[in-house]
């Protein structure tokens, strides 16, 4: 992988997901042992060439992303949670399932999905990190040469169906009229 400004590309992708967990940059300068300018150049080139990553970059920069503690950010104790860490949280797929339908339904009714979130004890940034790990997770289960995918999706579908239901009656005295005050 390549180097900019005198930063790998492994630190850099760490240097990304930290921030979008709400690391200062300042800090990740620090981390990093470069000057803002230093990072800003190097952060927009590596932006700038993400457009001819290979697979393998683009996969890499992923993982990096759903567990953010590695190379210069491994042993930061202010760093972002590893994966490990946000697994304590939301442990399984029919964890994340219901926190996914809750956000959704809950978005319809006006309430954000970060303020969901913080119920569940999970930034917008481990929320993304968690995200990945159970989207693959769902595409190897729900892969469709399985001889169980059928079951597999009608059971998906239906305990989709049951939590809809459950958030709905949940926010059904919350509605959001967001052009409620607009007059034509």
């Given amino acids: ?23 200062t940059q300042e800090r990740v300068c620090e981390i990093l042992g470069v000057e803002i300018p230093v990072f800003e150049d190097a952060n927009n080139q590596f932006i700038a060439s993400m457009a001819s990553f290979t697979t393998d970059e683009m996969s890499y920069y992923g993982s990096v992303f759903s567990n953010p503690k590695v190379g210069k950010f491994a ?35 006006g309430i954000t999905t970060q303020s969901v979130l913080e119920k569940y004890g999970l930034n917008l940034g481990q929320w993304t990190q968690i995200g990945q790990h159970y989207s693959d997770w769902l595409h190897k289960h729900l892969d469709h ?40």
């Fill in 1 to 23: 992988m390549k180097s900019i400004n005198g930063i790998q590309f492994e630190d850099w992708a760490a240097a990304c997901a930290n921030i979008a967990q709400g690391m």
């Fill in 75 to 109: 042993d930061v104790s202010d760093a972002a949670a590893g994966k490990e860490e946000v697994l304590k949280i939301v442990p399984d797929y029919d964890t994340y399932h219901d926190i996914f339908v809750h956000c959704s339904v809950a978005e319809d009714h």
């Fill in 145 to 184: 040469s399985n001889p169980e995918y059928g079951d597999r999706y009608k059971a998906h579908h239906k305990q989709e169906k049951k939590l809809q239901k459950k958030y709905k009656e949940k926010y059904q005295d919350s509605s959001a009229n967001l052009g409620g005050d607009i007059d034509f």
